[in-house]
Antibody, heavy 118, light 111 residues
Framework: QVQLVQSGSELKKPGASVKVSCKAS????????MNWVRQAPGQGLEWMGW????????TYAQGFTGRFVFSLDTSVSTAYLQISSLKAEDTAVYYC???????????WGQGTMVTVSS | QSALTQPASVSGSPGQSITISCTGT?????????VSWYQQHPGKAPKLMIY???NRPSGVSNRFSGSKSGNTASLTISGLQAEDEADYYC???????????FGGGTKLTVL
């Protein structure tokens, strides 16, 4: 079946980096864009941006430039989110989500909890 | 502050109908038919319930319906069931520099 499976929870110290993976299966990876969505503890959903899985071209939402990098490995149908210079306020669940042709996020990963604490 | 405004909470009794609003501007909700709705149970990933204002993905109950009037989109759930208790988020395409935005979310309580 169509699914996105993300990597497991991470505990990092401030200033470190983290790389979250999102492996797609059940569909042609390069036929759909991949989005990243953040959800801080007890808060709502926040769209971080998306990556064109054909060209690898990323688009970042305001507030997610500089320390956030989207990348791909199409040979293994996997998208990545890397966050550098981690801060306590980066503590959140990060979701990958596929865009349908209408732009709606029709398939979601299970989420990856990233905790930043000294 | 979210770009789209939703009520923080709504409630209803089993069998009743409720409506959740999502208010934006002519640059997002009012300008495009790319409004979608998501259901999120605690500790779970969001699930697409409505796309392009009023379309239901395969497998979503027909108790869920969407509509739009002007700059406000709405999600209506009829025949409320206990399993509908969850957080609901709207999302819209926008002409701003951030092309997709979410509402702040609405907590639905089934009494």
């Amino acid at each position: 079946q169509v699914q996105l499976v993300q990597s497991g929870s991470e505990l990092k110290k401030p200033g470190a980096s983290v790389k979250v993976s999102c492996k797609a299966s059940g569909y042609t990876f390069t036929s759909y864009a991949m989005n990243w969505v953040r959800q801080a503890p007890g808060q709502g959903l926040e769209w971080m941006g998306w990556i064109n899985t054909n060209t690898g071209n990323p688009t970042y939402a305001q507030g997610f430039t500089g320390r956030f990098v989207f990348s791909l490995d199409t040979s293994v149908s996997t998208a990545y989110l890397q966050i550098s210079s981690l801060k306590a306020e980066d503590t959140a669940v990060y979701y990958c989500a596929r865009s349908s042709s209408s732009g709606a996020f029709d398939i979601w990963g299970q989420g990856t909890m990233v905790t930043v604490s000294s | 502050q979210s770009a789209l405004t939703q009520p923080a909470s709504v409630s209803g009794s089993p069998g009743q109908s409720i409506t959740i609003s999502c208010t934006g501007t002519s640059s997002d909700v009012g300008g495009y038919n790319y409004v979608s709705w998501y259901q999120q149970h605690p500790g779970k990933a969001p699930k697409l319930m409505i796309y392009e204002v009023s379309n239901r993905p395969s497998g979503v109950s027909n108790r869920f319906s969407g509509s739009k009037s002007g700059n406000t989109a709405s999600l209506t759930i009829s025949g409320l069931q206990a399993e509908d208790e969850a957080d609901y988020y709207c999302s819209s395409y926008t002409s701003s520099s951030t092309p997709w935005v979410f509402g702040g979310g609405t907590k639905l309580t089934v009494l």
